[in-house]
């Protein structure tokens, strides 16, 4: 008996054991089974008519992604009527797009009944453009202001003109297409020829709607995300008169040069007095060197006995004779009156002095 009692309380304990132990690991695996499973977004997911299996639920845990993120987008597409698969969804997210944005976009084009495709959107919100905003402007059409573009008419006056262009997005465009920036451009482009080409400013003024129509007829919106439906003139300023400025650049310019040739013609001009008053001074220098000489040949004349005493005083006295006659006509010539007669020597007659 007492053993059948410790047997009894032997087994007792085990089932115990066993069962504190399956109740730890029953608890334990509710516990991981709720961490797994999303039981809220399951739930709400099947009672909004977009019923998601259990193990995709798991799968897309497993993976590390956005459930909640994309189930609701899911509920979303699916309430919205597109034919759109979870999977999708997933890898669009994956491959680092904006789901959200691509059903909004998607649920819009279904709206408005445009002809959009699930893979068509994804690839352009993929190209980095923003295809909500692209549906939107193919529905309401959107106004692209260009900055003051400044151009300059024959007559050289200066025009700055101010455009404003109304384009609608085009969706088989929106991935290669060229972007905002380029239709500015080409509008800008346009309004410079335009004005360019017209004769007179005035002409510009008048007709603004020249630049609409020449700019429009270029087909600017070729090869570009958009189309464009009209282009309206805001502003219209005038500005400088850029061929008065030119041509008075133009005439400084030529001043300037003129100057500069001057002033080169000038300095050859001096340098070539100063050469020549260097040559006057070597000139006048030999001269002084040989009259030096002419002493020494008289002294050796009159060694010799080639030239004589009288000669020599006859020489001395045709040089007194020259020099007065030198000075008597250089004092005529500055003490003669308006009448031309002559202060202290007038009606006198100059004799010769009597040679020795």
Not at 96 to 105: F, L, P, Y
Not at 235 to 251: M, Q, T, Y
Not at 317 to 333: F, I
Request: aromatic share 4%; charged share 25%; glycine share 8%.
């Amino acid at each position: 008996m007492i053993n059948a009692i410790f047997y009894l309380g032997k087994l007792s304990v085990g089932w115990i054991i066993g069962l504190s132990v399956g109740g730890v690991v029953f608890i334990a695996g509710i516990i991981v089974f709720l961490c797994m499973v999303p039981l809220r977004l399951w739930f709400r997911a099947s009672v909004s008519g977009a019923h998601i299996p259990m193990s995709k639920l798991i799968g897309m845990k497993l993976r590390k992604v956005d459930v909640s993120k994309i189930v609701l987008t899911y509920i979303t597409a699916r309430k919205a009527g597109l034919t759109i698969t979870l999977d999708e969804l997933e890898t669009h997210y994956m491959a680092n797009g904006d789901i959200e944005r691509v059903v909004k976009a998607l649920v819009s084009a279904h709206s408005a009944n445009m002809d959009l495709s699930v893979q068509t959107a994804k690839a352009i919100d993929l190209a980095g453009r923003d295809v909500y905003q692209a549906v939107r402007t193919s529905v309401v059409p959107k106004i692209i202001e260009t900055p003051v573009v400044s151009a300059m008419a024959k007559d050289g006056i200066e025009l700055k003109v101010k455009a404003k262009v109304t384009v609608i997005s085009n969706m088989h465009m929106q991935i290669f297409g060229a972007g905002e920036e380029t239709i500015i451009a080409r509008v800008g482009e346009g309004v410079v020829t335009t004005v360019g080409s017209a004769a007179s400013h005035k002409i510009v003024l008048e007709n603004p709607d020249l630049i609409s129509s020449t700019v429009l007829n270029k087909g600017l919106d070729t090869g570009t995300a958009y189309e464009i439906v009209s282009i309206d003139i805001a502003d219209i300023d005038v500005g400088r008169n850029i061929g008065a400025e030119l041509e008075i650049a133009n005439a400084e310019a030529d001043k300037r040069i003129a100057q500069a040739k001057a002033e080169e013609r000038k300095c050859m001009a001096i340098a070539t007095e100063n050469e020549m008053k260097a040559k006057v001074q070597e000139m006048r220098a030999m001269v002084v060197e040989a009259e030096a000489e002419v002493p020494k040949a008289l002294a050796k004349a009159l060694n010799n006995g080639t030239m004589g005493v009288m000669d020599y005083y006859n020489m001395k006295n045709l040089q007194a004779d020259t020099e007065m006659r030198k000075a008597l006509s250089g004092a005529d010539e500055n003490s003669s009156d308006d009448n031309g007669s002559s202060a202290g020597f007038a009606g006198s007659t100059i004799r010769p002095r009597p040679k020795l």
